[in-house]
């Protein structure tokens, strides 16, 4: 059962336009979400995060609007730039469940064209 | 370097062998992850450390999967009588803390022939 889905496995957006990506979960335990950044051969990059206390965090380019409700979450980049193509994956975790352990979607691979 | 480094980057082995990975964590984290990567997917959680300690292995997928980091620093993942089904990266995750960021290494890649 995959409790973290990232149902677009791609998207193409032109430099200096918004790039949204979206993220749906199930569990309801679910208090912490982050975005992760991965460029090929290389770990991922944290990006962004979000308590659920919160429904917005803005960090420069890049905002996480959370949606409890719809159990829906999205990253906005804005300008989004070439340097922004990569592999982005959000992530979750329930403090009660262990906090430690991120349940990570399938990634959508953004590509920004010139 | 500073960031976590994951030794070795890649490793080809033979179904049935006995394969070890190993993870140098970002000096002075205590906190230290495994995690699965395969192809098309995300990351999938593994095991969790904290210091010397397993504080969570619910990720393993079965008994022929151990990871032990007897110093409280570097870690090993040791994977028995492997299958081609364990085929994939395997990342490494480091934090100061169980409750601050995971810094991810570059991962080892499996490949089970």
């Known amino acids: 059962d995959q409790q973290v889905k990232q149902n677009s496995p791609s998207l193409s957006v032109q430099e200096g336009r918004i790039s949204i990506l979206n993220c749906d979960y199930t569990n309801s335990m679910f208090d912490y979400f982050l975005w992760y950044k991965k460029y090929p051969a290389e770990g991922p990059t944290f990006l962004i995060s979000?308590?659920?206390?919160?429904d917005k965090n803005e960090d420069g380019r890049f905002t996480v609007f959370l949606n409890k409700s719809a159990k829906h979450l999205s990253l906005h980049i804005v300008p989004s730039q070439p340097g922004d193509s990569a592999v982005y994956f959000c992530a979750a975790s329930a403090q009660i469940q262990g906090a430690q352990k991120l349940v990570f979607g399938q990634g959508t691979r953004l590509t920004i064209n010139p | 370097g500073a960031g976590v480094s994951q030794t070795p980057s890649n490793k080809v082995t033979e179904k049935g062998k006995y394969v070890e990975l190993r993870c140098d964590p970002i000096?002075?984290?205590?906190?230290l992850y495994w995690y699965r990567q395969s192809l098309g997917q995300g990351p999938e959680f593994l095991i969790y450390?904290?210091?010397?300690?397993?504080?969570?292995d619910s990720g393993l997928p079965n008994d022929r999967f151990f990871a032990v980091r007897p110093e409280g620093s570097v870690s090993t993942l040791k994977i028995q009588r492997t299958e081609r089904g364990d085929s994939a990266v395997y990342l490494c995750?480091?934090?100061?803390?169980?409750?601050?960021?995971?810094?991810f290494g570059p991962g080892t890649r499996l490949t089970v022939l």
């Open positions: 450390f904290q210091g010397t300690g397993a504080a969570d």
């Open positions: 000096s002075g984290h205590t906190a």
């Open positions: 979000i308590s659920s206390i919160k």
């Open positions: 995750a480091s934090s100061f803390s169980p409750w601050d960021e995971q810094f």
